[in-house]
């Protein structure tokens, strides 16, 4: 029963990116072909809000539920890294025609077939935590 709040929160945000239209396949297929705004304009809203967020608690010394401070390390310098998993991301994003955290709510919203790219990246994430020793960071 603690963890309800957390339940509830994604409930409502399966809500608000299903009314936004943008678990829809359509819309992400018309911002993979530049002919709407309406998805870049999702993801420069979060990001905004985002960095925004990040800068208040990194400026406050915000703490969290337990009163520990939270802290946000740097991220490492790097081009190779983020460059090959940009393009990763993007092809799977334009493959499937779904971000990943969407998944659950695609099959919440009973697009079962979706269960299908769900174990994929279930799949994919085992690989990643088998290699990662291996792979340059």
Not at 32 to 59: C, D, E, N, P, Y
């Amino acid at each position: 029963m603690k963890f309800i709040k957390y339940l509830l929160v994604g409930v409502v945000f399966g809500i608000v990116l299903t009314k936004s239209e943008a678990v829809s396949w359509y819309r992400i297929y018309e911002m993979f072909h530049f002919q709407s705004f309406h998805m870049f304009g999702i993801i420069m809203t979060a990001v905004v809000v985002g960095t925004i967020g990040v800068q208040l608690i990194k400026r406050n010394n915000v703490k969290d539920i337990t009163g520990a401070p939270i802290v946000i390390p740097d991220k490492e310098k790097g081009f190779t890294n983020y460059l090959v998993g940009g393009i990763l991301f993007g092809l799977g994003w334009g493959l499937i025609g779904t971000c990943p955290g969407p998944m659950y709510i695609l099959i919440g919203a009973g697009f079962y077939g979706i269960g299908v790219v769900l174990l994929g990246a279930l799949v994919g994430t085992y690989f990643y935590g088998i290699v990662k020793s291996k792979l340059p960071h």
